[in-house]
């Protein structure tokens, strides 16, 4: 598993790379709520979401592969463009390799950022697979998220938030293939394991939700989602042992309370 030391590490390599974004207090959510709610705002982070951080910290910790073969990506979106962003700033070519069904302003954008896509799968795992493929002639592979320095590189936003509010006593994540929730976990339960850590993620995909019920990651069957980000079947390997031990409960959310909670942000 990532330590912490692997996070701090992380946040060496990659400060100047990223944008340190804030973490803001919101009078609003915290009306709703009963409780004093913060937002770290990821999206006015560089590409608009955490996936930079993971990447530059990949690229960079093997940046001689990266400038003599290049480096090769599967995503839905985020991480495609978090790919591209990283690897235009390294200085190294892109390949992103897409599923069929990813939205056309994300394979736009990703083009955008200098990087060559690639749709291939019906499924992310699918084009995660053709994107290994495309590695094993030499080019670096950025996995999405079972990668522990993508996981590392994602674990400082954890460090900030510490860094940021001290007295925080919950942390709410949303839930994909697990890169983030492990990343932040590690960074905050090894500083102060009496913080909960609750991931959300969408009902049409409950992969984590399941495979945490299993005690073991499981395949689910992944139905369609405004949340496409996070529409990942299974639970990676590497993230699965991690979200096991730091989780303290998942959340599913309808495709209504999804679409509910992104006007009441807008």
Same mark, same amino acid.
Request: net charge negative; aromatic share 4%; proline share 4%.
């Given at each position: 598993?990532?330590?912490?030391?692997?996070?701090?590490?992380?946040?060496?390599?990659?400060?100047?790379?990223?944008?340190?974004?804030?973490?803001?207090?919101?009078?609003?959510?915290?009306?709703?709520?009963?409780?004093?709610?913060?937002?770290?705002?990821?999206?006015?982070?560089?590409?608009?979401?955490?996936?930079?951080?993971?990447?530059?910290?990949?690229?960079?910790?093997?940046?001689?592969?990266?400038?003599?073969?290049?480096?090769?990506? @599967?995503?839905? #979106?985020?991480?495609?463009?978090?790919?591209?962003?990283?690897?235009?700033?390294? $200085? &190294? /070519? !892109? =390949?992103?390799?897409?599923?069929?069904?990813?939205?056309?302003?994300?394979?736009?954008?990703?083009?955008?950022?200098?990087?060559?896509?690639?749709?291939?799968?019906?499924?992310?795992?699918?084009?995660?697979?053709?994107?290994?493929?495309?590695?094993?002639?030499?080019?670096?592979?950025?996995?999405?998220?079972?990668?522990?320095?993508?996981?590392?590189?994602?674990?400082?936003?954890?460090?900030?938030?510490?860094?940021?509010?001290?007295?925080?006593?919950?942390?709410?994540?949303?839930?994909?293939?697990?890169?983030?929730? @492990?990343?932040? #976990?590690?960074?905050?339960?090894?500083?102060?394991?009496?913080?909960?850590?609750? $991931? &959300? /993620? !969408? =009902?049409?995909?409950?992969?984590?939700?399941?495979?945490?019920?299993?005690?073991?990651?499981?395949?689910?069957?992944?139905?369609?989602?405004?949340?496409?980000?996070?529409?990942?079947?299974?639970?990676?390997?590497?993230?699965?042992?991690?979200?096991?031990?730091?989780?303290?409960?998942?959340?599913?959310?309808?495709?209504?309370?999804?679409?509910?909670?992104?006007?009441?942000?807008?």
């Amino acid at each position: 598993m990532v330590s912490l030391a692997d996070i701090r590490t992380a946040e060496e390599r990659i400060a100047g790379r990223i944008i340190r974004t804030p973490l803001v207090y919101s009078p609003s959510i915290s009306a709703l709520t009963g409780a004093r709610v913060y937002l770290k705002l990821e999206t006015l982070q560089k590409a608009g979401s955490f996936k930079v951080r993971g990447a530059t910290n990949k690229i960079l910790a093997n940046i001689a592969m990266a400038r003599t073969h290049g480096v090769v990506a @599967a995503s839905a #979106g985020n991480h495609a463009q978090g790919v591209a962003v990283a690897a235009h700033a390294a $200085g &190294v /070519q !892109a =390949a992103i390799v897409m599923p069929e069904w990813a939205s056309v302003s994300k394979q736009e954008a990703t083009r955008s950022y200098g990087a060559r896509v690639i749709l291939r799968g019906a499924s992310l795992e699918e084009s995660i697979g053709y994107a290994g493929g495309l590695a094993a002639e030499g080019r670096l592979f950025i996995h999405p998220y079972d990668d522990d320095e993508i996981i590392a590189g994602q674990g400082t936003i954890g460090l900030e938030i510490l860094d940021d509010l001290p007295c925080v006593d919950m942390i709410v994540i949303p839930v994909g293939g697990g890169g983030l929730i @492990a990343g932040i #976990g590690t960074a905050v339960k090894t500083q102060r394991p009496e913080i909960r850590i609750t $991931g &959300v /993620q !969408a =009902a049409a995909c409950p992969s984590a939700f399941q495979a945490l019920a299993a005690n073991s990651p499981v395949r689910v069957v992944a139905q369609p989602t405004i949340a496409d980000g996070i529409r990942v079947a299974e639970s990676g390997a590497r993230t699965f042992p991690a979200m096991k031990e730091l989780i303290d409960n998942i959340a599913l959310v309808t495709e209504d309370e999804v679409a509910d909670a992104m006007l009441l942000l807008l």
